[in-house]
């Protein structure tokens, strides 16, 4: 260890009379070594040593390792509640016809609301929902849907279980573009340019309520609680729970038996939350989750899907009722569950964590 290195903060001795130089290097030493070890630890005045450490706060209160695993429990419990009231009431109100067409919207932002009621009440700042992020993150946050739903797709048309193109999509995409005598693949490009970047705004309008709850309250939270390997197969119960009632009230595809669309959706919902729990806690921000949700929605609901002919067997493949996504899906979400046992930030503290969900000290030369 580097002896006075210059990242290590100012130590204070207390109760020590007047020494000589050597018994103050001495002594400097073995508190910068203490300091070293407690470094990532949560903030703490120790007693035994008399060596002052800043501390961690909330509302005044200073917190240990286990008080701030305990304040993340209460705060999932909290938030938990929250949702589920709020998405009830919603829903029961959708049902007599009180939001009209906003409906899905509505609903959708509840686990936002949900997320923003929790943290007034159990004074999180709402900055640790992860506000800031980086170029490279929104642009996989992007690619990665679009990558999975162009593998399964791809496949489903070159097996010949779907048609491509769909002629009533190529129709309506020559009236939409005015090409009427464009070749059909430059109306493709131009279809898919277009619902894939332009049409983002809208997606994203609905798509952050959701992230702003799940990944931006929910993944931190229990992470801190139950660590981030944890965190994302209980989040993706979490999440696919939450979407339970609109599965048993209609929601879902055509042309399957409902079981099956229920399974497939679930294993979807999984691999995703894991997914884009990588993505919030190696980007430390909500916004790469939140476009990649925006973009699953786009490409797959109003691309893929329609520029897709119907055969016998493409009802049990497409889409997010069917099994084909999950071949590119399950390995993305098992390489991001393998690549969180690395150290990795989570929350607005930055403070690294393992997979067990504490601190990971550091080894400096």
Known sequence: MRRHDPRIVSVYLAGVPAMNKRAIDSANDLMIDLIAVAALQPWNISETHRVLLPCRTVGGRVLGQNSRR?????????FLFAVTLLSSLAALLD??????????????????????????????????????????????????????????????????????????????ARLTFNMPTRPDWMVIAASFGFIS???????????????????????????NWLGPRTTCLISGVIWAAWHGPALLHGYGGTGTPKLYQVACFTAMVLCSATVMAWLRMRSDSVWPAALAH?????????????ITAMRTWT???????????????????????????LPLTVGADHTPMNTTGRPTIPTWS
């Open 95 to 172: 049902s007599r016809g009180l939001f009209g067409h906003a409906g899905t919207l509505v609903y959708m932002w509840c686990p936002g609301l949900a997320a923003i009621i929790a943290s007034l009440l159990t004074a999180r700042s709402l900055k640790d929902i992860g506000w800031t992020t980086r170029p490279k993150w929104l642009a996989l946050g992007w690619l990665i849907p679009v990558a999975y739903a162009s593998l399964a797709y791809g496949l489903v048309w070159i097996t010949g279980l779907g048609g491509v193109p769909s002629a009533t999509f190529l129709q309506r």
């Open 70 to 78: 305990h304040l993340s429990r209460y705060r999932v419990i909290t």
């Open 315 to 341: 009802p049990y493949l497409i889409g997010e009722f069917g099994c084909a996504m999950l071949l590119g899906l399950i390995p993305l979400a098992w390489y991001c569950m393998r690549n969180l046992s």
């Open 294 to 306: 925006a973009t699953h929605n786009a490409v797959i609901q109003l691309f893929f899907d329609h």
């Open 197 to 223: 970047v332009l049409l983002l705004l809208p997606s994203m309008i609905s798509a952050l309520g959701e992230e702003i709850g799940w990944r931006g309250f929910l993944v931190p939270e229990l992470s």
